[in-house]
């Protein structure tokens, strides 16, 4: 069975810290791994990772795949009260999305002013 | 805003009675995907339609059951609803499946959060 597990589950720290997200993943075959946002509503897609060490990159968000030792992590530099929110990966593991994506728990940040 | 719309927003019932949530896909989009969102479960997987047909099942009971119809538009249907149901579902879309693995990520709609009393 698929597993996705995220690390911390909450974290807390003050605006303009870095933080970084862990997500580490067991599955079959793997094709893909992804990066929601979710506020108060609909998880929002941020990135999507399919080859190790390319570092996707979208202004003060940033993630990368370690497809050997089966993780990635989401860099948050210079953190707003705007990022609060739970952090979810999730992982593909049929490829061109045959099958539904398995979720980790998320991670809750909490930007603090 | 996904382009994925769902409706209703919010639906509170009893236990024992039947729900039918609606989602509309992206515009050009093939794949429906149902999700199920608790507290303790985090987002599962339960259904996905393509271009009208089922294509995977999760984790979803068989009192749960969903179509795509030739618009497009999905509907997931919960019957004989029990306390433990309720909880935020989730569609999302993607552009389509295809085989040989063509990455395709999914786009979620606002959720319908279903109250079972």
């Known amino acids: 069975e698929d597993k996705v597990v995220q690390s911390p589950l909450s974290l807390v720290v003050h605006e303009g810290d870095t933080v970084t997200l862990n997500c580490s993943y067991e599955?079959?075959?793997?094709?893909?791994l992804l990066w929601y946002k979710q506020e108060k509503k609909a998880p929002t897609f941020l990135f999507m990772l399919?080859?190790?060490?390319i570092e996707k990159k979208s202004g003060r968000l940033s993630s990368i795949l370690d497809k050997k030792e089966l993780f990635s992590i989401l860099n948050i530099t210079a953190t707003q009260t705007g990022d609060s929110a739970v952090y979810l990966c999730?992982?593909?593991?049929?490829?061109?999305?045959?099958?539904?994506?398995?979720f980790g728990k998320g991670t809750h940040l909490i930007i603090q002013p | 805003d996904s382009g994925v719309t769902q409706t209703p927003k919010h639906l509170i019932t009893a236990t024992g009675q039947r729900v039918t949530l609606r989602c509309s896909p992206r515009?050009?989009?093939?794949?429906v995907y149902w999700y199920q969102q608790s507290l303790d479960q985090g987002l599962q997987f339960l259904i996905q339609?393509?271009?009208?047909?089922?294509?995977a099942k999760g984790n979803i009971l068989e009192r749960f059951s969903a179509q795509q119809f030739p618009d497009l538009h999905s509907e997931l249907n919960l019957s004989s609803l029990e306390l433990g149901d309720s909880a935020l579902y989730f569609c999302?879309?993607?552009?389509?499946?295809?085989?040989?693995?063509?990455?395709?990520?999914?786009?979620f709609g606002p959720g319908t959060r279903l109250t079972v009393l």
């Open positions: 999302a879309s993607s552009v389509s499946v295809a085989a040989g693995g063509s990455h395709n990520e999914q786009f």
């Open positions: 599955v079959t075959n793997f094709r893909s």
């Open positions: 399919t080859s190790s060490g």
């Open positions: 999730a992982v593909d593991d049929s490829g061109g999305g045959a099958d539904g994506l398995t």
């Open positions: 515009s050009g989009d093939l794949s």
């Open positions: 339609y393509y271009n009208g047909e089922e294509r």
